[in-house]
């Protein structure tokens, strides 16, 4: 099955929300559903490490724009750890707090969401807004990649998805196919909506990153 561009999913699924609304109505106020809905804010990296075995390499999160590269003893740091505290491959490089930090992850993951579902259901919420979801090396993922696919390391086969997108011509959309993130990201959607929940996603279309494909 070839991959359909994910902003396409996305307007689609901002043009069902928004059915039966005055389209014609100016762009700066937002939409009456929108107005309407109690939203949760997931930033997927930090939500919660539903699957440890796609956590982040150094490989996978590194850039040519750090301010200096991911060590070889990194590690993901415990969701328990103090924040202020660095972790042993942090105090390693004798860098200060603010630097080894962008190189910090938690393994945050969509399979993570998944699992706090039910949760977030009892809290009485009826729309996600995710942070970026593209794939992307920063823990933020507003330097994509791709943007047609979800980040590796929030599906279940890092490595796979990996091999899948080696196979592709970004620039051909007709060789595009759908990676184990992206159709995980499809059963969350699918798994909200049954639950009445909407999502909402961040894309930002205006600037990548420096690995971004067509650099």
């Not at 389209?23 to 009456?32: G, I, Q, V, W």
């Not at 959309?173 to 992206?182: K, L, R």
Request: overall charge negative.
């Amino acid at each position: 099955m070839r991959h359909i561009p994910f902003f396409f999913v996305i307007i689609s699924m901002a043009l069902v929300a928004c059915s039966g609304q005055n389209r014609n109505k100016s762009l700066d106020t937002p939409p009456e559903w929108a107005s309407q809905q109690i939203w949760y804010q997931i930033f997927v990296e930090r939500f919660c490490n539903g699957d440890t075995n796609n956590d982040p390499i150094p490989e996978d999160i590194t850039s040519t724009t750090q301010i200096f590269p991911v060590p070889d003893n990194w590690s993901i740091t415990p969701w328990t750890q103090d924040w202020w505290k660095q972790e042993p491959w942090a105090l390693e490089t004798g860098r200060p707090f603010n630097e080894t930090l962008q190189h910090r992850r938690y393994g945050g993951d969509l399979q993570g969401v998944l699992n706090k579902l039910d949760y977030l259901q009892e809290l009485g919420i009826t729309a996600i807004y995710f942070n970026p979801l593209n794939d992307a090396p920063s823990l933020h993922k507003y330097d994509a990649r791709y943007y047609y696919h979800m980040d590796i390391h929030f599906g279940p086969d890092p490595e796979g998805d990996k091999k899948i997108i080696a196979e592709e011509i970004p620039e051909d959309a007709s060789t595009w196919q759908w990676t184990s993130a992206d159709t995980l990201f499809l059963y969350l959607v699918k798994q909200c909506h049954q639950r009445g929940i909407k999502v909402i996603v961040d894309y930002s279309w205006n600037h990548t990153g420096t690995e971004f494909w067509a650099w």
